[in-house]
Nanobody, 122 residues
Framework: QVHLAESGGGSVQTGGSLRLSCAVS????????RGWFRQVTGGEREGVAA???????SYAESVKGRFTISLDNAKPTVHLQMSALTPEDPAIYYC????????????????WGQGTQVTVSS
């Protein structure tokens, strides 16, 4: 069983920053991909950023240059540093772990965290 626990969500003003963290534990291959997805009410869950064990990253076009995903293998924890937040960024952000090979934002992670709310006010 895999357990992912997010932290760091909250409310910030437009242009502000937030750092999300996700502690990963349980029976999961440390070489498998980790990612962050987000979902607004009534919308589809979409991939935001992903990182493979070799450090290769991928980002949604809407967050490139503003968000940075990083992996701390010693803990193990995956972080999402979000900067220059806009009114298009509010959502519930979910940490995800892929249980099968592959690291695509269009993929299907096998394990999810409970989600953390991000709110951006003008």
């Amino acid at each position: 069983q895999v357990h992912l626990a997010e932290s760091g969500g909250g409310s910030v003003q437009t242009g502000g920053s937030l750092r999300l963290s996700c502690a990963v534990s349980g029976n999961i291959n440390p070489r498998n991909c980790r990612g962050w997805f987000r979902q607004v009410t009534g919308g589809e869950r979409e991939g935001v950023a992903a990182i493979d064990s070799d450090g290769t990253t991928s980002y949604a076009e809407s967050v490139k240059g503003r968000f940075t995903i990083s992996l701390d293998n010693a803990k193990p924890t995956v972080h999402l540093q979000m900067s220059a937040l806009t009114p298009e960024d509010p959502a519930i952000y979910y940490c995800a772990a892929f249980v099968a090979p592959g690291c695509s934002l269009a993929g299907k992670p096998g394990a999810w965290g409970q989600g953390t709310q991000v709110t951006v006010s003008s």
